[in-house]
């Protein structure tokens, strides 16, 4: 098992840059999710970790050990790759024993690991099947199969459920969890599916544009996000533009939307300070939002419905506020309120003060 560390690395592909002075620990044992949208670097970052790319500047850690220009045979890590990469016409066997084979490991031994590792991915007895005759969710086990068998100290997967269906795809990350768990393998996950990440990881290191823009367990993040960048790519959530007003020692007065609202600090330790005068964002998480009461005023607004979907689990909507923003609210499923959320009604909302929170206009970066 391997603690990993970047230290400043940068990656240029000619003038393009792929990954922008970069700085990351990932622990031993943890699982560690790249996160962000296409493009942003992530890739790169995992195949820098890999061996398969040499970062333009800066260093990378195994431990105490700098493996910056080693090359990925000599790292000791297992990769899963988005498409599998799988030998087709080979038999299952044949692809997992393929790493040990080059190794030159002893015929006996690698029978034995080998059917080990098909037992961990919960494929004992499929050994001599053809890659062709295996679905996508069992070609995935394969190529997970192949990465354990070499028993690395860091696991690296690239996108690894994104070919699986949705329930396939849900079953799959629960697997992976546990086998992760149980060998307490360092394990460093690249997805764009925020649900992925904040469902699977210990950390989630969170990307835009080759530049790493919060690092935070997945409560974290999602609860106290750095950036609008991250409030808004981590979940959804509203994002109103406000001013500050005043600042005391426990709130911010901002005035946003013609309104005033108080909203309690609490990112002193990220080191967000405001004055009056400032402009930033005030946001508020879908399902945050409220319905008013009738009686109810300050923090509320009218609105327009203009959608409602029902998830099963919860309504999602979409409303038009007087001043013309548009405000997404949630609401879990209760029977007793079928018929209260219907498109074109007027629907008066409140916005918790407690669930406010403030976020820097214009920062992009950590
Ligand atoms: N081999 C390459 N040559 C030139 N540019 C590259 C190369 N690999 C990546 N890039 C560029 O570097 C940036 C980061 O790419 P990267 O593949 O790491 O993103 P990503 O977040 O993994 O995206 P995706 O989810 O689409 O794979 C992109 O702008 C990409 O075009």
């Not at 190794?103 to 029978?111: L, S, T």
């Not at 919960?122 to 086990?141: C, F, K, M, N």
């Not at 149980?182 to 530049?211: C, K, P, W």
């Amino acid at each position: 098992m391997s603690r990993v560390r970047l230290e400043n690395v940068s990656k240029k592909f000619g003038t393009a840059i792929g990954v922008d002075q970069l700085n990351l620990t990932i622990e031993e044992g943890e699982f560690f999710t790249l996160l962000g949208p296409s493009g942003c670097g992530k890739t790169t970052t995992l195949r820098m970790i890999a061996g398969f790319y040499y970062p333009t500047t800066g260093r990378i850690w195994f431990d105490d050990r700098n493996v910056t220009e080693v090359p990925p045979q000599k790292r000791n890590t297992g990769m899963v790759f988005q498409n599998y990469a799988l030998f087709p016409h080979m038999t299952v066997s044949e692809n997992v024993a393929f790493g040990l084979e080059v190794a030159k490991v002893p015929k006996p031994e690698i029978r034995e690991r080998v059917e080990e590792a098909l037992q961990q991915v919960r494929l004992g007895g499929y050994g001599d099947r053809r890659i062709a005759q295996l679905s996508g969710g069992q070609q995935q086990r394969v190529a997970l199969a192949r990465s354990l068998v070499i028993r690395p100290g860091i696991l690296l997967l690239d996108e690894p459920l994104s070919n699986l269906d949705a329930r396939l795809r849900d079953e799959m990350r629960s697997e992976i969890l546990s086998l992760q768990r149980s060998l307490g393998i360092t394990t460093v996950y690249v997805t764009h599916d925020q649900t992925e990440a904040l469902s699977m990881s210990d950390r989630i290191a969170v990307f835009n544009q080759g530049t790493c823009q919060q690092v935070g367990t997945p409560e974290e993040v999602y609860n106290c996000p750095r950036n609008a960048f991250v409030a808004s790519f981590v979940g959804e959530t509203n994002l109103f533009p406000a001013t500050v007003e005043e600042v005391s020692a426990e709130a911010v007065r901002v005035r946003s939307m013609g309104k005033t609202f108080q909203v309690r600090h609490r990112r002193e330790e990220a080191g967000f300070s405001a004055k009056p005068g400032d402009r930033l964002f005030l946001t508020l998480r879908p399902e945050a939002v409220d319905l008013a009461r009738e009686e109810e005023e300050g923090s509320t607004f009218t609105a327009n419905m203009e959608w409602v979907q029902f998830m099963g689990t919860s309504f999602h909507c979409e409303a038009r506020l007087e001043n013309g923003a548009s405000l997404k609210a949630m609401f879990v499923n209760r029977p007793d309120w079928m018929g209260r959320l219907r498109e074109g009604d007027q629907v008066r909302f409140r916005f918790p003060e407690e669930r406010l929170q403030l976020i820097p206009e214009g920062e992009t970066n950590v």
